[in-house]
């Protein structure tokens, strides 16, 4: 099941915070590869009151961001899934946020995208 929320209602006012890059993670070997997934936006979130984690494809140009600026989110979904420690049957639901694109929100347009193969 997928959640698609109201960004406005879910999220409130949202500041740019920074990111890292994921790395893809190989099924086969069980290890990380030094391949670039996407980037994990951490942004603060007025309604939630707290820091919440997004992560974006890698044609947003999140290094165009600034520290605490003001976006909001394009084409957000919520995706929940269950993680457990080892050796215990507890399970533990998580919610994966996952946006297409972030918009700068004092100029309504989306922040500048760049190409695959540039770093």
């Known amino acids: 099941m997928k959640i698609i929320p109201d960004i406005k209602a879910t999220f409130g006012e949202t500041y740019f915070l920074g990111f890292t890059e994921k790395m893809r993670f190989d099924q086969t070997t ?33 290094q165009e961001i600034r520290f605490n600026q003001k976006v909001t989110l394009q084409g957000v979904i919520i995706d929940p899934y269950a993680k457990s420690s080892e050796g215990t049957s507890f399970a533990q639901v998580m919610l994966r946020c996952t946006a297409k694109g ?18």
Not at 30 to 58: A, D, F, H, M, W
Not at 102 to 119: C, H, W, Y
């Open 30 to 62: 069980n290890k990380k590869t030094n391949e670039l997934e996407s980037y994990v936006c951490r942004l603060s979130s007025s309604e939630l009151q707290g820091q919440i984690e997004v992560t974006v494809p890698l044609t947003v140009a999140v």
């Open 102 to 119: 972030i918009l700068d929100e004092s100029s309504g347009k989306s922040v500048p995208t760049r190409n695959e193969g540039q770093k």
